[in-house]
Structure formats: structure tokens, C-alpha cells
């Protein structure tokens, strides 16, 4: 378990690596416009922030995905 663990980590650091990267690379060359977004979820009250309605959609659905993977671990994992 402690290697999958590792492992996961690992792959994040990678993935976090690469995509600055290509981030650097694809605004060296173009003016880019920045959008960004979150939530914040205090107890059951979400709280979005976005700077237009795409990201905030985007964020929206993310933020459903995790919490539906969230309660499908802790289903699988209780037992």
C-alpha cells in the first residue's frame, strides 16, 4: 500500500512538472488571456469563484467529480 502511495505522489510531482512546462512553452510565444476558478466548500455551503461562466461550470463539475469519488473510497474502503 506504502508503494502505491509513493508512487501517486511521485506522479503528481511529474505531472505538475510537465504542465508548467508546456504552460511556458505555449505563452512564450502568444499573448494569452488568464481565467481561473475554485471553490471553497465551508461545511455544506460551496462557495465559487470564477472569472467567467466556463471555468465556473468547470470547477462545478470537478468539484461534483471529487466529491463523488470522495464518498465512493470511503464506501469501498469502510468494510
Known amino acids: 500500500m506504502v508503494e502505491i502511495g509513493i508512487s501517486l505522489i511521485l506522479l503528481g510531482i511529474v505531472l505538475i512538472f510537465i504542465s508548467i512546462l508546456l504552460s511556458l512553452l ?29 471555468i465556473a461550470r468547470l470547477a462545478f463539475l470537478l468539484t461534483l467529480l471529487s466529491i463523488i469519488l470522495f464518498l465512493f473510497l470511503i464506501v469501498l474502503f469502510s468494510s
Not at 494569452?32 to 471553497?40: A, H
Open 26 to 54: 505555449m505563452s512564450l510565444g502568444k499573448e494569452r488571456k488568464v481565467r481561473g476558478g475554485g471553490i471553497v466548500i465551508i461545511g455544506p455551503l460551496p462557495i465559487l469563484l470564477a472569472s467567467d461562466r466556463e
